[in-house]
């Protein structure tokens, strides 16, 4: 088993991979995700900066405005399989979440066994917390944009979700992949408020992904436009905001929503979620073609098993734009 690194040890492994820029004159932070050759796809020591970024522009006096992006073609796919889906499917001795949690491996705690509920649940419990970096942009009271683009899945999508703000390109496609592979998202009760039950639950039960103007259309998306014209898009947007109330005022509105968001109940929604999937291994599949997290479908290997079921589906409810532009 390879040593595990520690939580500074993923920073720092990280940090080619988070770009942090700010424009003082107009009080506008840029926060984008370097990593287009794995779709941005998010690592431990990535979702470490990222809060760590929005938690320092939320004191930054210099900072109104932060507006996420991906570099490349799309927002985002999602965490790391690669990294985390060992530890999620088959447990080595020894190997644990601890620096996920940012605890050092080293230190003298343990991790619960394989088996437990709190083998898994330890984790989607802390990821209830701004500071796990699934939803720092709760706890953010300036104005958050995202701009989204291509695939817009799992933890990008949670971004999506928490921002006061959405541009997204005409071809960009919204959802959460583990909706077909574990049942539940972290963020659900967030994207159920959002986008109205009727059209969450469609995501949830068929899987599939919901374009631009589907979100648009139940509320999930601010503006759709065509790809060439994105950028320009959101800088309109920031402009505005940043030209608008001055910062306390700002403050003062996020506060307000933020109570509102708690009485609807977002961070019970957080811990729900959190519960459900902690249970993840006590799931039972149904059929022999079922392909679950937490059992053995994908012993030949992750992303063949997620493309070869994509397959499964109507071409235009796969998750992949390949897959979606075959015709069978």
Same mark, same amino acid.
């Given at each position: 088993?390879?040593e595990m690194k520690t939580p500074q040890e993923h920073r720092e492994a990280a940090r080619a991979y988070v770009r942090y820029e700010k424009d003082?004159?107009?009080?506008?932070?840029?926060?984008?995700?370097?990593?287009?050759?794995?779709?941005?796809?998010?690592?431990?020591?990535?979702?470490?900066?990222?809060?760590?970024?929005?938690?320092?522009?939320?004191?930054?006096?210099?900072?109104?405005? &932060?507006?996420?992006?991906?570099?490349?073609?799309?927002?985002?796919?999602?965490? !790391?399989?690669?990294?985390?889906?060992?530890?999620?499917?088959?447990?080595? !001795?020894?190997?644990?979440?601890?620096?996920?949690?940012?605890?050092?491996?080293?230190?003298?705690?343990?991790?619960?066994?394989?088996?437990?509920?709190?083998?898994?649940?330890?984790?989607?419990?802390?990821?209830?917390?701004?500071?796990?970096?699934?939803?720092?942009?709760?706890?953010?009271?300036?104005?958050?944009?995202?701009?989204?683009?291509? #695939?817009?899945?799992?933890?990008?999508? #949670?971004?999506?979700?928490?921002?006061?703000?959405?541009?997204?390109? !005409? !071809?960009?496609?919204?959802?959460?992949?583990?909706?077909? #592979?574990?049942?539940?998202?972290?963020?659900?009760?967030?994207? &159920?408020?959002?986008?109205? #039950?009727?059209?969450?639950?469609?995501?949830?039960?068929?899987?599939?992904?919901?374009?631009?103007?589907?979100?648009?259309?139940?509320?999930?998306?601010?503006?759709?436009?065509?790809?060439?014209? &994105?950028?320009?898009?959101?800088a309109k947007y920031a402009d505005a905001c940043s030209r608008s109330r001055p910062l306390d005022v700002v403050v003062a509105q996020k506060t307000f929503f933020e109570a509102y968001k708690?009485?609807?109940?977002?961070?019970?929604?957080?811990?729900?979620?959190?519960?459900?999937?902690?249970?993840?291994?006590?799931?039972?599949?149904?059929?022999?073609?079922?392909?679950?997290?937490?059992?053995?479908?994908?012993?030949?290997?992750?992303?063949?098993?997620?493309?070869?079921?994509?397959?499964?589906?109507?071409?235009?409810?796969?998750?992949?734009?390949?897959?979606?532009?075959?015709?069978?």
């Amino acid at each position: 088993m390879a040593e595990m690194k520690t939580p500074q040890e993923h920073r720092e492994a990280a940090r080619a991979y988070v770009r942090y820029e700010k424009d003082t004159e107009r009080r506008i932070a840029t926060l984008t995700l370097v990593r287009p050759a794995r779709g941005n796809a998010t690592t431990i020591g990535m979702r470490m900066l990222y809060a760590d970024y929005v938690h320092r522009a939320n004191v930054d006096d210099e900072v109104k405005v &932060l507006v996420i992006r991906g570099e490349g073609e799309d927002l985002g796919t999602g965490g !790391d399989l690669d990294e985390h889906g060992d530890m999620y499917l088959n447990p080595k !001795d020894g190997e644990s979440f601890l620096p996920d949690l940012e605890i050092d491996p080293d230190e003298d705690v343990a991790w619960p066994p394989p088996g437990s509920y709190r083998h898994l649940h330890s984790l989607t419990d802390y990821y209830t917390r701004a500071a796990a970096g699934q939803r720092p942009l709760q706890e953010f009271k300036k104005i958050s944009i995202v701009e989204a683009k291509g #695939y817009c899945y799992g933890w990008h999508f #949670y971004q999506c979700g928490d921002a006061d703000m959405v541009i997204a390109s !005409d !071809d960009a496609l919204f959802g959460h992949p583990s909706f077909r #592979y574990a049942g539940w998202g972290p963020r659900m009760w967030s994207w &159920l408020e959002t986008m109205g #039950y009727r059209k969450f639950v469609e995501m949830v039960f068929t899987g599939r992904p919901f374009t631009a103007d589907e979100m648009a259309d139940c509320n999930f998306v601010n503006s759709v436009v065509p790809r060439e014209d &994105l950028e320009a898009e959101v800088a309109k947007y920031a402009d505005a905001c940043s030209r608008s109330r001055p910062l306390d005022v700002v403050v003062a509105q996020k506060t307000f929503f933020e109570a509102y968001k708690q009485y609807r109940g977002e961070y019970l929604g957080s811990l729900l979620t959190g519960w459900l999937e902690g249970m993840l291994p006590a799931m039972k599949p149904d059929r022999e073609t079922s392909v679950d997290l937490g059992g053995d479908a994908f012993a030949g290997g992750i992303a063949r098993t997620v493309k070869n079921n994509d397959l499964n589906y109507p071409p235009e409810w796969r998750l992949s734009r390949k897959g979606r532009a075959a015709k069978e």
